[in-house]
């Protein structure tokens, strides 16, 4: 999987591709890119899927790990743009009544402001 990180007006959105397979190079991209970003005193954490094919049980548990993170420091994490095959997957394991998971990136991120 890669990871990008970009800021969009004070939320960091990180654009994620490929596959979230899990693994040590996963888990350093990821939980690590999103703790970094926490210590540099990020609060919203938006994850664009648009880009990634497939998640498996691994990459579902990082995104939870992720998660936790940000509500330890009263953070939100936001995710969007999955396509229908990972969406599916967030609706069977009810991710999608957890985390917010919008259809475009200006949905989730107008949805910060709220």
Request: charged share 25%; hydrophobic share 40%.
């Given at each position: 999987?890669?990871?990008?990180?970009?800021?969009?007006?004070?939320?960091?959105?990180?654009?994620?591709?490929?596959?979230?397979?899990?693994?040590?190079?996963?888990?350093?991209?990821?939980?690590?890119?999103?703790?970094?970003?926490?210590?540099?005193?990020?609060?919203?954490?938006?994850?664009?899927?648009?880009?990634?094919?497939?998640?498996?049980s691994t990459g579902?548990?990082?995104?939870?790990?992720?998660?936790?993170?940000?509500?330890?420091?009263?953070?939100?994490?936001?995710?969007?743009?999955?396509?229908?095959?990972?969406?599916?997957?967030?609706?069977?394991?009810?991710?999608?009544?957890?985390?917010?998971?919008?259809?475009?990136?200006?949905e989730a991120l107008?949805?910060?402001?709220?």
């Open positions: 999987m890669d990871m990008t990180k970009r800021d969009r007006n004070g939320v960091v959105v990180f654009d994620l591709e490929g596959e979230l397979r899990g693994g040590p190079v996963d888990d350093a991209a990821f939980k690590g890119g999103v703790q970094q970003a926490v210590e540099e005193g990020a609060r919203h954490v938006l994850l664009n899927l648009s880009g990634l094919k497939w998640i498996n579902l548990g990082f995104i939870v790990a992720v998660y936790h993170t940000m509500r330890e420091v009263d953070g939100d994490l936001k995710m969007c743009e999955a396509n229908e095959r990972i969406a599916h997957i967030f609706t069977t394991t009810r991710f999608d009544k957890v985390i917010g998971i919008y259809p475009s990136e200006e107008s949805s910060f402001a709220g």
